[in-house]
């Protein structure tokens, strides 16, 4: 059964500080990863989709990257701001096309 | 740009009552998805649509929660009776195409907010 976890459960750092979220999953047969934000009370936001062919992506200040062998993946947030303050969601998908989620890193950035 | 549609946002029920959810998906998106998240989890799929059909209803407690996708576009998600423990956000999604096609990034909704009361 496949089963993702995510470390740390909550980070609080100053802003301007790069950031590591680390994703870790049981099963290495998945399709791809996304990674979401979700902000309190509301529903999720798509950041980066990785394929299973894939190493890494990028978007702005965010980059992810993934290593299926090792059934890990990282999102990298270079520069933190208040406003990236937000659960950020780490879901692997099979090829059923069903997510599997971890339970989430609660980011405070403070000015 | 478009955007996956949920009503209502927010529900106050009592135990024993019927609540009902809807949700349209982007234009177009033949998979359609019903998650719920309990507070500090991440979350769980109850039910997946292709078009009109059921593809996966493994985690759907069926002797209360029924789905249905009837003309393979917008989606009701019900349960009755309501439980305590049904409370929750309950999340719709959609993604392009079918299983195998490679165009399965997942959009989501606002959520419905269920209070049980």
């Known amino acids: 059964k496949q089963e993702v976890t995510q470390i740390p459960a909550a980070l609080s750092v100053p802003e301007g500080e790069n950031l590591v979220l680390n994703c870790s999953f049981t099963?290495?047969?998945?399709?791809?990863l996304q990674w979401f934000r979700q902000d309190p009370g509301k529903g999720l936001t798509s950041l980066l989709l990785i394929q299973s062919s894939q190493r890494e992506q990028t978007s702005g200040r965010l980059n992810a990257s993934l290593d299926k062998s090792s059934g890990r993946s990282t999102l990298y947030i270079a520069a933190s701001q208040p406003g990236d303050s937000a659960t950020y969601l780490c879901a692997v998908q099979l090829n059923t096309d069903k997510l599997i989620f971890g339970t989430g890193t609660r980011l405070q950035v403070f000015p | 740009e478009a955007e996956v549609a949920q009503s209502p946002r927010y529900k106050i029920t009592e135990k024993s009552q019927a609540v009902a959810f809807w949700c349209d998906p982007i234009s177009g998106h033949a998979t359609l998805y019903w998650y719920r998240q309990i507070l500090g989890q991440g979350p769980e799929l109850l039910v997946q649509?292709?078009?009109?059909?059921?593809?996966?209803d493994s985690q759907l407690p069926k002797d209360r929660f029924s789905a249905e996708r009837l003309k393979g576009v917008d989606s009701t998600l019900k349960i009755q009776p309501a439980e305590l423990g049904d409370s929750a956000m309950y999340l719709c999604?959609?993604?392009?195409?079918?299983?195998?096609?490679?165009?399965?990034?997942?959009?989501f909704g606002p959520g419905t907010r269920l209070t049980v009361l």
């Open positions: 649509f292709q078009d009109e059909s059921v593809v996966d």
């Open positions: 999604a959609s993604s392009p195409g079918g299983m195998g096609t490679g165009r399965n990034e997942q959009f």
């Open positions: 099963d290495s047969a998945i399709y791809n």
